[in-house]
């Protein structure tokens, strides 16, 4: 601080009067709501477990109420940029959006910690009694899952360059990749449950393989939600060379659940034994 | 959503008035207002459940609740006090001092940051409700250890409600550090280049990285008990392979890390009123900037120290020992160099600076029980004693909460417009001060002679010390009281703070005083310029 000093003190006082074009943000109702519902969801979901009748209703209600709230949210956001320094708040929303995967990726962290953990204080891995886990159909779905990186990179660059229907079949394909992964996914789930009798309780192991593989679906799923948005966007043609934040957003997530599938695949399938 | 851009002839939005006005608001002052004022009400319930406590202990046979309603209030007074006081105090103060600091309108995302806030409320009153579930609230200590926390040792729905509960303030507590990184990042006034930075927004900076990378692994943690609680998945059941050994090691790489969040914020704010009250520059501003750093990092490396005696390797125990006691080098600096910014100085015993320095004197003792179960011979000794509690109120109370008082005494004129009697203040500061080293100090002694903690009763021969100390909460309670009515008297009379009423712009430039007192609903008519 030893060299701080205004440039300008008088300017910077703002007790003078108020500027008009000192722009202050718009109060809004959807922080309150969106919280109230997401408080709502989270005592429903523990209302539902203890059996409360009627409480499988409110939940899906609650739920949906949830995704009217973001939506209008992110409604509000995207009319009030319109007013605003493009550049910079695409700049702000993007770091924001990192940081947050970066929380995201701290919780598989976690669960990666639990995994390597239990792997180098068992004395036999996977653990007695446990299946060793067949490799060549997730090594496709890798592949599958991967590849769906490579031409989401395609859309966009697509976009970028105009080609507006190229753009649009990339998307579809990668949709579909990302789907696909998702179902070879559930099969090998119904595989190994019904088959090989593998279920979330039967080990440690099984919890942490149903967890791992079942959490990042869920990230595969809402990753797939971000896309679809996005390729409805792209049919209204909302999007053009600078205007594109939300596109961006989804192609970061996408990319992020990738590299996390990769570490899993090592993980949890290549290095079985050691 | 940002607000650094003011184009010109932008027509001012909607505003509602009155309760709708703090329902709706986005402004970050408003914001940081709400979550003060949660943290004091949060202080006061979970400071009863601590006077409920230090009854019960006066004299165990009065049988003043059960050993079970025992449990359940240590469990709370926890969690009460780390989750809904100190770390949304240091939110509160944090959010309302962070823009106005480095020359911004406002956050960067005002919606998310009022989101933030709101999360609390659900979370806050799903945490009070669980006392009235069956089998009451969570009973097992704020770290809910299995296997004491799974469904066969912990029964009652309290816990469960505790886990979901903590997910959500976890949530908030990300979504509000993000924004803090992002504003920092993107929203620094022309000028105010990074070592140019207040030492209270680099504190924020650093507490929001470990925000943003600790506790994420505290919601795995607690997913995969809710899990096994829940779904009887086997992570922590070492009948199916488990181990609830590995639920510490991820409950400490977020609880340590969550301890320097809960006092880094404290530092900043003391090296902004130190300076101002010494009449003399900062000792040491880059040095101070690297300590902040240092110990945000180390603060990753030493979670370990809280086990101990838990069984893990020797190998272990010297590392995490050596790493632990490593982290008082920087936090040496810290100390040295506040002692060099007052040595020399024409010092103002304000209570603001009386409650910095009395923060010094207390958070040095905390330092070095700290060292001193870094030691792992000495901690296998008073492991789980109350020497341990001892320790971690005099960095908890002698340390955030001290910074906690000396910060509200001194920006409060800043955000109400008005000054804090001083003659009050006075009493508030010797009052708490005495209370404080009252209750705790004597803690080490019963620690060392074997009191276990967390239990409701003892053997006899502990009962002077404990009646003692319980008669030494009387003096914080009464600090709690003089300082609650002494805002709410401050709140009755007229706004004549005035700008700058520390004069602190004559010794160091702080934006926040360069605005007027309370600031208006813009910050700065005209985005100040730093050279």
Redesign the interface.
Known sequence: ?????????A??????????????????????L???G???V??L??LV??GVPLAGVLLAAAVLYTLVAASG?AN??AV??R???QV??N???T??FF??L??????????F??LY??RF??AHWP?AGMPTLETTLPAIATLILVGSSFTLNWAVHALLHGKKTAAKNWMLLTIAMGITFLGMQGFEWGFLNGVLGFT?????????YF?MTGFHGAHVTVGLLMLALVYWRMEKGEYNQQYHMSLKAAEYYWHFVDIVWVFLFFSLYLFQSH | MSTHVATAGVTQPRQYHGVLDWITTTDHKKIGIMYIVFALINGWLGGSLAGLIRLNLYNPDWHIVSPALYNQLMTMHATIMIFLTLMTAFAGFGNYLVPLMIGARDMAFPKLNAFAFWLLIPAAMMLYGSFFVVGGAAADGWWSYPPLSTAQFSAGHGEDLWILAVILLGISSIMGAINFLVTVIDMRAPGMNWMKLPLFVWSWVVTAWMLVLAVPVLSGALFMLLSDRWLNTGFYRPALGGDPLLYQHLFWFFGHPEVYIMILPGFGMISHIIPSMARKKLFGYKGMVMAIWSIGVIGFMVWAHHMFTAGISASARVFFSMASMFISVPTGVKIYSWLASVWGGVIRFTTAMKFALGFIFTFVLGGLSGLMLAVVPFDILVHNTYFVVAHFHYVLVGGSVMTLFAGTYYWFPKITGRMLSEKLGSWVFWLFFIGMNWVFMPMHLLGIEGMARRVANYRIEFRPLNQFISEGFIFMLLAGILFTYSIIKALREPKTAGDDPWQANDIELHLEWATSSPPPAYNFAEIPEVD
């Open positions: 601080m030893e060299h701080a000093s205004l440039a300008s003190p300017a910077a006082h703002a007790g003078m009067h108020a500027d008009p074009s000192a722009h202050t943000p718009a109060p809004s109702f959807w922080p309150i969106l919280a109230g997401m408080g709502a989270v005592f979901v523990f477990y203890l949210w509000t956001i009030e940029r007013h605003m320094d910079q708040t700049k702000d929303l770091r924001g940081f947050f970066a929380s995201e990726g701290m919780i598989f962290v976690s669960y910690e639990y953990y239990s204080t068992s653990p979330l309780t039967t080990g440690a192991y099984s919890s942490a967890l």
